[in-house]
Nanobody, 126 residues
Framework: QVQLVESGGGLVQAGGSLRLSCAAN????????VGWFRQAPGKEREFAAA????????YYADSVRGRFTISRNNAQNTVYLQMGSLKPEDTAVYYC???????????????????WGQGTQVTVSS
């Protein structure tokens, strides 16, 4: 069992930066992939970024590539999402998810992740 807790959300002006953290307990965390998903009001949850268990592979949605960076520190059981050049359309609740994802296509799919955090709100003002 893995429990995830997100932090770092808040209100920021367009063009600004935020760093989200996803802290996990459970000894298996370093063996599983982690993804960040986001959900804006009235919209479906969408993929933002993901990282493999070792941290050697990262994946990004086209909408955030070049602006967001995902990283992980397995010794501290934490995954980060550094967000820069933020836009109002980045406003959403951001969720951290973890699971034994192996196939590249599955990193983008919410249903492939077994564990989810409670979410953290990110609001970007124009």
């Amino acid at each position: 069992q893995v429990q995830l807790v997100e932090s770092g959300g808040g209100l920021v002006q367009a063009g600004g930066s935020l760093r989200l953290s996803c802290a996990a307990n459970g000894r298996t965390f370093s063996y599983i992939a982690v993804g960040w998903f986001r959900q804006a009001p009235g919209k479906e949850r969408e993929f933002a970024a993901a990282i493999s268990a070792s941290g050697g592979a990262t994946y990004y949605a086209d909408s955030v590539r070049g602006r967001f960076t995902i990283s992980r520190n397995n010794a501290q059981n934490t995954v980060y999402l550094q967000m820069g050049s933020l836009k109002p359309e980045d406003t959403a609740v951001y969720y951290c998810a973890a699971g034994p994802v192996l196939d590249v296509r599955d990193y983008y799919t919410p249903g492939k992740y077994n564990y989810w955090g409670q979410g953290t709100q990110v609001t970007v003002s124009s």
